[in-house]
């Protein structure tokens, strides 16, 4: 199910230290129903049943939104469950691997950091979208490589796909990204880190109007 029309909004990253195993599928659907266009499971954790049952639960409560379930940097974990897409890094086999396994209908996105000569590679390779950040202190990666803003309006001029930016975006800072040329804001603790998720989506959400 590609659906490369719906990257364009609030692009919401779970984080297990954030959201408790036993609510993860009701959290993450409290940030669709205030808004998340795009759903990213994040989980470093190395327990693969534990990471699959948690994959094909969020995916099935995705479908019934209609919002579509990404994987981080897994793509065996996304075929399994049957996720729309996955999320991998700057490296080339990996998106190549993505691509073959999950087919031309998966949505397929990749990390470029503060680089726009990955970005235009993998364009060029098929990526659906590709995200650029840190652009701001990040609680969750607070030693993430940082982008500049230009960086942004660089690639909306030479770029056809969607563009994604992450990394300490509030609500506050986010309408510079937008004005530079986001299409969409990747956040983790400004919606998952926050007492209401939805009421947090929503102040995302709501700049996309």
Excluded at 162 to 184: E, F, K, Q, R, S
């Amino acid at each position: 199910m590609k659906t490369p029309s719906r990257c364009r909004g609030l692009y919401a990253i779970t984080d297990a230290l954030l959201i408790p195993d036993d609510r993860l599928v009701d959290v993450v659907e409290q940030a669709i129903l205030g808004g998340a266009r795009l759903i990213q499971y994040r989980d470093k954790n190395t327990d693969p049943t534990r990471r699959l049952a948690q994959v094909r639960a969020l995916n099935a409560m995705c479908r019934r939104h209609e919002v579509p379930l990404i994987v981080n940097d897994d793509v065996k974990l996304a075929a399994q469950a049957g996720a729309a897409g996955v999320h991998v890094g700057q490296d080339d086999p990996a998106f190549a691997h993505a691509r073959a396994r999950l087919g031309a209908d998966a949505l397929i996105g990749v990390s470029c950091y503060d680089r726009l000569d990955l970005a235009l590679a993998a364009a060029d390779e098929g990526a659906d979208y590709v995200a650029f950040g840190a652009f701001f202190p990040s609680p969750t990666k607070p030693t993430e490589i940082r982008a500049p803003i230009e960086l942004l309006r660089a690639a909306r001029a030479a770029l056809h796909i969607p563009v994604v930016a992450i990394g300490g975006i509030t609500p506050d800072n986010a309408p510079l990204l937008l004005a530079a040329g986001a299409d969409m804001l990747a956040v983790v603790s400004g919606v998952f880190g926050q007492p209401d998720i939805q009421a947090a989506a929503r102040r995302y959400a709501t700049l996309f109007a």
